[in-house]
């Protein structure tokens, strides 16, 4: 597994660190964690997988064309996670239970989706992609509850991180 992909999974894995550290900030129960946890891994499997295979087949039918679309993928989600941490967009400040833990975590995995399909035009092995990406995602939220209690602000500086990185993987396939 190359390095550009385990730092993609650390990115993928901000927005659900980030809301499980401001979630962690309200004490919630050990049923909630696991719930969230195990939601933003699946998801963070399986939405990769969707947008590999849209990925993959957009490159086969597109050729080079592909490798810019999937860069323009990577870009535009890098820029979009910037923009809304700027706005101070992302949902941190709950205590979610049944169907806002699904929703919320689905939310959270949205952007593997499109880093899926960006992904998938550059012939990476998806299965092993998307599994790093469920585990790192799961270790990354349950690193967020377990800081929560301790960390309340400066959040936001994460996902300006997140972006860049991002930003530099679909500059980085262009070149």
């Excluded at 998938?120 to 509850?145: C, E, P, Q, R, Y």
């Amino acid at each position: 597994m190359s390095f550009e992909v385990m730092l993609v999974a650390v990115v993928l894995g901000v927005d659900s660190f980030s809301l499980s550290l401001g979630l962690g900030c309200h004490n919630p129960q050990r049923k909630t964690i696991w719930i969230f946890t195990l939601l933003v891994g699946l998801f963070h499997v399986l939405m990769p997988l969707v947008g590999f295979a849209l990925g993959r087949a957009a490159g086969e039918f597109l050729g080079e064309l592909a490798l810019y679309a999937g860069a323009g993928v990577l870009i535009f989600w890098g820029i979009k996670i910037m923009l809304e941490a700027y706005r101070g967009k992302s949902p941190r400040d709950c205590q979610p239970g049944g169907l806002a833990l699904l929703t919320l975590s689905l939310g959270v995995s949205v952007d593997a989706l499109s880093v899926g399909f960006g992904l998938g035009t550059f012939g990476i092995n998806s299965l092993v992609a998307a599994l790093l990406f469920g585990l790192v995602a799961a270790v990354m939220t349950l690193l967020g509850f377990s800081l929560g209690s301790r960390v309340k602000e400066r959040l936001g500086r994460l996902e300006y991180l997140a972006g860049i990185i991002l930003i530099g993987l679909g500059i980085e396939a262009l070149i």
